[in-house]
């Protein structure tokens, strides 16, 4: 649902800090879903209880960078770990990603799906007194989609799942929710400005929406060449705009 436009920036973080929680709220009752699944070898299930979960956590988008060890808990990749995806640090919901598409079961995954649980609990608790720097926000307007272009759409962040446009379409409605609080300080300091970003995060979930077949997600690596390109082409567009966002609030 879109956020009502915030009339000064402490007002667009303190709403902004009210919607993580409810995204946090959610990926909780996504993580339980999640759980019995694996419990009872349901492994499609638990994939798609897997990646509600994770397209949760991409829409909390401009808030994750404020969350320190713990919001590095929840979804870290194996890149740089010296043991790979056998590392005891890999955790989170991509350590579960990886133990889903590699053939591993409940005695490899409850562990991590109940430790991600006990992190989730104490973000939760953190959440309320966290503090955000005004100029935060305007930032992450911008990298949130940097991030999904550096970490999706390249394949870095994959374990195997193959999501990749999935979870994009979810930093796509954590960059709108960013956009809708910060519309009326934006209009403010560009006029027309934010209809424009309306305009091209609209061009970008079309042609997102339209690689999904009968209501399921093809992996990046199975698109055309085409798919691919359209795809790309409207993320660039959309990020060269959103990179002027910073700099106006910073001259405000």
Not at 167 to 175: G, H, P, S
Not at 212 to 218: D, I
Request: proline letters at 5%.
């Amino acid at each position: 649902m879109p956020q009502k436009p915030a009339a000064t920036m402490a007002d667009a973080i303190a709403a902004y800090h009210s919607y993580v929680s409810g995204q946090l709220d959610e990926l909780r009752n996504h993580l339980g879903t999640l759980r019995a699944a694996v419990a009872n070898a349901d492994t499609p299930g638990a994939q798609g209880a897997w990646l509600q979960a994770q397209q949760c956590w991409q829409r909390v988008g401009a808030a994750y960078g404020s969350f320190g060890e713990l919001g590095d808990a929840i979804a870290p990749g194996s890149r740089g770990l010296q043991g790979g995806s056998a590392d005891p640090e890999f955790k989170g919901l991509r350590r579960i990603e990886y133990g889903l598409w590699h053939g591993q079961g409940a005695p490899q995954l409850l562990p991590a799906i109940d430790q991600l649980a006990k992190d989730l609990q104490a973000l939760a608790a953190k959440l309320p007194g966290l503090s955000t720097d005004p100029a935060d926000m305007p930032l992450r307007l911008h990298e949130i989609l940097e991030d999904s272009q550096r970490d999706h759409l390249s394949g870095n962040g994959d374990q195997g799942s193959g999501m990749a446009i999935a979870l994009t379409r979810a930093d796509v409605e954590a960059t709108q929710e960013v956009l809708d609080l910060l519309r009326t300080l934006l209009q403010g300091l560009k006029a027309g400005f934010p209809a424009l970003l309306d305009q091209q995060l609209a061009a970008l979930l079309k042609v997102i929406d339209q690689t999904r077949t009968g209501g399921t997600w093809t992996p990046y690596r199975s698109l055309s060449l085409l798919q691919r390109q359209r795809i790309n082409g409207a993320l660039g567009r959309v990020l060269e705009s959103l990179a002027l966002v910073p700099a106006l609030f910073s001259t405000d």
